[in-house]
């Protein structure tokens, strides 16, 4: 079956930096666009990044531009998110998502990894 499983969540000083990975299982990796989303306690659940099947394009939200950064490595069936500037308001839980569409909608995507928390203390 198909898994993605993310890993390298934690906590971190304001002004940090953390790389979170997706290892996906089960699937044509290659295939799938890649995204990342968060959840803050008490919100909604929110785009942070969409990525192509190449790695060729990202799309990022206002709110981490220059800040972050989304790669896959198809050779290993693994994305990345790269988060530098690391800011309070960045804490959540992520989650990488894979689907067919390259969109920022969460409808858009098939499969879900369970989360990892990613805490920025002030």
């Known amino acids: 079956q198909v898994q993605l499983v993310e890993s390298g969540g934690g906590l971190v000083q304001a002004g940090g930096s953390l790389r979170l990975s997706c290892a996906a299982s089960g699937l044509t990796f290659s295939v799938y666009t890649m995204a990342w989303f968060r959840q803050a306690p008490g919100k909604e659940r929110e785009f942070v990044v969409t990525?192509?099947?190449?790695?060729?394009?990202?799309y990022y939200t206002d709110s981490v531009k220059g800040r972050f950064t989304a790669s896959r490595d198809n050779a290993r069936n693994t994305a990345y998110l790269q988060m530098n500037s690391l800011k309070p308001e960045d804490t959540a839980v992520y989650y990488c998502?894979?689907?067919?569409?390259?969109?920022?909608?969460?409808?858009?995507?098939?499969?879900w990894g369970q989360g990892t928390q990613v805490t920025v203390s002030s």
């Open positions: 990525i192509t099947r190449s790695g060729g394009n990202t």
């Open positions: 998502a894979a689907g067919r569409t390259y969109s920022i909608n969460s409808h858009a995507y098939d499969y």
